[in-house]
């Protein structure tokens, strides 16, 4: 199986010059032409809980779908397309693809105090709390069969 792998990968450079594969064990094919369609909706609500105190949520719902790339770094040595002559079918979703994303922020602010002392040590502060959920990476389900041994 490894070997008719290493063919595959090789064959494009194989019928342009018939040289033994053995020679070049990993071929990886770089290029620029991949794409990707991002669809997305945003929810954002802000209101002021307090005096001094501001609340912002949101919400993203969104969908990656694009040609198999491996996120902002370079491929491994032999990780090519698996279908070399039309890089559509190996489409899917992105590895950057998060579908669920929920912010939360919290945002408080001291008063003025009329006290001088008061006033200079613990007036205007600004403090905030940032809370964050996001889904995982989509995953692809695999069903592995093994063959039942013969009994004896």
């Not at 990886?28 to 609500?45: H, L, P, R």
């Not at 600004?126 to 996001?134: F, H, N």
């Amino acid at each position: 199986m490894l070997e008719y792998r290493k063919r595959g990968c090789t064959r494009v450079l194989n019928l342009a010059t018939p040289w033994p594969p053995h020679l070049f064990p990993n071929v990886t094919a770089y290029d620029s032409g991949a794409t990707a369609n991002y669809n997305g909706m945003i929810v954002s609500e802000k209101w002021q809980a307090a005096s001094g105190v501001n609340v912002i949520a949101n919400y993203t719902w969104s969908h990656c779908i694009g040609e198999a790339n491996n996120g902002t770094t370079t491929p491994n040595p032999g990780s090519n397309y698996i279908h070399l002559n039309d890089r559509a079918l190996d489409a899917g979703n992105c590895s950057q693809d998060r579908r669920n994303i929920f912010n939360l922020t919290i945002v408080g602010r001291t008063p003025t105090f009329s006290n001088k002392a008061l006033k200079l040590v613990a007036s205007g502060w600004t403090t905030s709390l940032i809370y964050r959920y996001q889904s995982g990476r989509a995953h692809a389900h695999r069903i592995r069969s093994r063959p039942v041994a013969a009994r004896v």
